[in-house]
């Protein structure tokens, strides 16, 4: 399985930018996705999950109310949309996917596949 994360690059605080991670795999819409980041110098944390066919969202406190996590199925692919960006959001953010059994959506080791990343840079 390969998930392939699109969409970032370089705006200015307040605008928005919309994330996708495509899988190469349709049996992946049954399971939990989520997108994390890691900015320069910290680690990788949580940023926003989807359970199986898209019926519960999660989100980290820092981006409820900015951020939108969605998927389509048919197109094996999950969203994030990102509106009023802060530059404290710059990071590089990745995909993930199939949630393990029993794993914790919040934790980078809960999950089987990665996507490489995708830059997103907010300028003030």
């Known amino acids: 399985v390969q998930l392939q994360a699109s969409g970032g690059g370089l705006v200015q605080a307040g605008d928005s930018l919309r994330l996708s991670c495509e899988a190469s795999?349709?049996?992946?819409?049954?399971?939990?996705q989520g997108w994390f980041r890691r900015a320069p110098g910290k680690e990788r944390e949580f940023v926003a999950a989807?359970?199986?066919?898209?019926?519960?969202?999660y989100y980290a406190d820092f981006v409820k109310g900015r951020f939108t996590i969605s998927r389509d199925n048919a197109k094996n692919t999950v969203f994030l949309q990102m509106n009023n960006l802060k530059p404290e959001d710059t990071a590089v953010y990745y995909c993930?996917?199939?949630?393990?059994?029993?794993?914790?959506?919040?934790?980078?080791?809960?999950?089987?596949?990665w996507g490489q990343g995708t830059q997103v840079t907010v300028s003030s």
């Open positions: 993930a996917a199939e949630l393990k059994p029993g794993g914790d959506y919040r934790g980078p080791s809960g999950y089987y596949y």
């Open positions: 795999a349709r049996t992946l819409s049954r399971y939990t």
């Open positions: 989807i359970s199986g066919f898209g019926a519960r969202t």
